[in-house]
């Protein structure tokens, strides 16, 4: 749309201009894609379909003055006479003091409200006035200087003189293929709709397009990699890969063999590999990292694979070590806690390539420490890095393979969506020495029999976590805490057990020595908070029980369970509800028989949103303006196959009916590599 000043539209007057410029409208099309928040539905209906406290739209005249009572401080109440169909009612709003200056008697409104206690009192809750406003659809904006009877007067003269001018953004064959309106149709629709269908039709139209938009930005982001050519070939040896399988004292399953012939593709083509490697806790992963590993030096590369935490470094470099001690090479572990000394010598060996292999926390892309020749970087649970993490470790050599791998199930939506420019691999199949975690339910009045399983586990030697949703005693939240089930165990299990405390409050070195004492059989018992729920392996413990378990999503719960998958032991997961609801119990009585985490996890996200899965940070992109994932999987499935389509077309980068898709998909890649660099 070419550009119009908001000064170029005389019906605007100055005081109206300045209330629109204050929220960052300047121009006519800034004005159309400024849309409303909501719709008020003014459909009128009889007042004799009226019933007790059910809302209701009614149309009539104020037959009386109108008058205020204060109630209490902040409280008001304005009250007057209304004739509907001839019927008296007595009318009541609260806190809209101002409206008295607008209402007066004989004034036709259209209200929205309810009786309360009888059929003679209404309280109204919104209104308008039907000399200002005569429609039955009224859109409300956020900006609150303006009126919602001006901004309708604003846009119906906007569309009759300028709607001609809004350019369509879509090609013609994908607005055929979905039935969709156009965009000066539905930009029409959302602005000044006659019914709620209307509506619908336009939202659908720009949800469309905003998920198609974002999909095919995602899949430029991968096009643009894998059409750069400018990654070397890594030539690994293939009989040493073969050696290392025949070692293994078990034998991958078809899922790791997969996943594994996916990244010795990805090390041998031009580009460079983004993949994300997902599988449940037991079900792997690091066998498989470790054949990257080993397929990467050599053929010659460093790799280096970073930890959230020092304990899980620690854990890392000794199995990776022993699987990898045929092979004579050199494997280093850099985190905070390396001695100066030895840090040193480590940094000379990345840098002069004596150094095959580095595993470690942060400490990995500090700006010391520079490699001689990086191949790959293979990110355990990457969610946990921040996002200037990932990217300066990947800036430590010259186009890095990169692997992320994480044991959080993503639904097939948010996979779609979130890592539309990665390639994805999964691992489903467990192996076959896993035994399932039995999880039960159990009601409060039960609590008593788990304790007992509780002591029987340790009198055996085994360990347990004990997790609940908060720290601290909580004033507005009535449910387990961390420190008072603690004190709790240490007075129930004294003389027993030994237990111990983890939460997030703690600073990283306390969290790492409570870790290390409880791996080491030091604590009995950690009581936490989900603190632990990505975390170290602990092959000793064998039951996890969880208070307040309503409070959590399944998704989590089922993160949370796989603490003890580990074991070689029969596993046990308990979950207790603070508070039993319909909803909570069915969630719970779910995790009893499902052991699918991806299964768990599209059940999250229709029911607690992106957020549950990335945390409501770094879901902030998958918040859109108009689409909602949990709603709108149909529209993103769409738009994600017509995305794959227009990026393998000619018609992308050549048509100008593309342009607009085009444009926001290299704007988009731009704005990457500028964080990149």
């Known amino acids: ?27 006519i099309n800034d004005l159309f894609n400024d849309f409303p928040t909501r719709y008020e539905n003014y459909n009128v209906s009889s007042i004799k379909d009226a019933k007790l406290e059910e809302t209701i739209v009614l149309e009539g005249s104020i037959s009386s003055k109108i008058t205020v009572t204060y109630l209490k401080s902040k409280l008001t109440a304005l009250n007057f006479l209304f004739d509907v169909e001839g019927q008296i009612v007595k009318a009541t709003i609260f806190n809209r003091v101002f409206l008295k200056n607008k209402l007066d008697y004989g004034t036709v409104i259209k209200a929205s409200g309810k009786f309360m206690k009888t059929l003679n009192n209404f309280t109204i809750s919104e209104l308008i006035i039907c000399d200002e406003i005569n429609r039955d659809i009224v859109p409300i904006y956020k900006n609150k200087d303006i009126s919602e009877a001006k901004y309708v007067e604003i846009m119906d003269k906007c569309f009759r003189r300028y709607g001609e001018f809004i350019t369509e953004t879509l090609p013609e064959k994908y607005i055929n293929k979905h039935n969709l309106v156009s965009l000066k149709t539905a930009t029409k629709f959302l602005h000044v709709p006659e019914n709620l269908e209307q509506i ?6 720009l949800k469309y397009e905003e998920l198609l938009k974002y999909q095919i930005s995602m899949k430029y982001l991968h096009y643009m990699r894998e059409n750069s050519n400018n990654s070397p070939t890594i030539e690994y040896n293939e009989e040493l890969l073969k050696d290392l399988e025949k070692r293994l004292p078990y034998e991958l399953t078809n899922d790791q063999k997969q996943v594994v012939n996916e990244i010795l593709k990805d090390l041998k083509s031009t580009y460079v590999m983004n993949r994300l490697l997902q599988g449940e806790v037991g079900s792997g992963k690091t066998i498989v990292a470790i054949m990257a590993i080993l397929a990467v030096v050599s053929g010659g590369y460093q790799a280096a694979l970073m930890c959230p935490t020092e304990i899980l470094s620690n854990q890392h470099f000794d199995t990776i070590s022993e ?61 946990r890095f921040g996002v200037r993490q990932r990217v300066l470790i990947r800036n430590k050599g010259n186009d890095v393979n990169y692997l992320k791998m994480s044991a959080t199930p993503i639904p097939r939506t948010l996979s779609i969506s979130a890592y539309g420019d ?82 997030g409050r703690l600073k990283a070195q306390e969290k790492e020595e409570i870790m290390k004492n409880f791996l080491d059989k ?48 029969q596993p046990y ?105």
């Open 522 to 569: 030091k604590i009995d018992i950690l009581v936490a908070t989900s603190v632990i729920e990505v975390g170290v392996n602990v092959q000793n413990a064998t039951t996890i029980l969880i208070l307040g378990a309503e409070r959590f999503g399944v998704a989590t719960l089922h993160q949370l369970r796989g603490r003890v998958m580990r074991s070689v032991h």
């Open 200 to 205: 619908k039709i336009g939202l659908d139209r």
């Open 323 to 383: 699987i990898l001690k045929p092979y004579n090479l050199n494997i280093a572990l850099l985190t905070g806690a390396t001695p100066a000394k030895q840090r040193k010598v480590i940094l000379e060996g990345l840098q002069n390539g004596t150094i095959n292999v580095i595993i470690g926390t942060h400490a990995l892309f500090q700006k010391d420490v520079e490699y001689e020749k990086l191949g790959i970087v293979i990110a355990d649970e990457e969610h």
């Open 573 to 677: 997961c308990f979950l207790i509800a603070e508070k039993k609801t319909e909803n909570s119990e069915k969630r719970l009585q779910m995790l009893e028989t499902t052991t699918d985490g991806f299964q768990l996890a599209e059940y999250d996200l229709m029911n607690r949103g992106p957020g549950e899965f990335f945390g409501e940070k770094q879901s902030g992109s998958m918040n859109f303006k108009f689409a909602d994932l949990r709603s709108d999987n149909d529209i993103l499935l769409k738009a994600n196959e017509d995305s794959e389509e227009i990026i393998n077309s000619k018609e992308f980068f050549e048509s100008v009916e593309f342009e607009t898709l085009y444009q926001t998909a290299v704007t988009n890649y731009n704005k990457k590599q500028e964080e990149i660099d």
């Open 422 to 503: 990665m390639d994805i691999s999964i691992i489903k199949e467990m192996p076959k020495n896993r035994k399932p975690v039995i999880t039960k339910y159990v009601e409060q009045k039960e609590k008593r029999k788990v304790m007992e399983h509780i002591k029987k586990e340790i009198k055996d030697g085994r360990q347990i976590y004990v997790v609940t949703p908060l720290i601290n005693e909580s004033d507005v939240l009535d449910t387990a805490n961390a420190t008072e089930i603690y004190e709790n165990m240490v007075k129930y299990f004294e003389g027993k057990a030994t237990v111990g405390l983890i939460h």
């Open 1 to 27: 749309m070419k550009t119009i000043l908001l000064d170029q539209a005389e019906f605007i007057v100055a005081r109206t201009r300045t209330a629109l410029k204050k929220n960052g409208i300047e121009t």
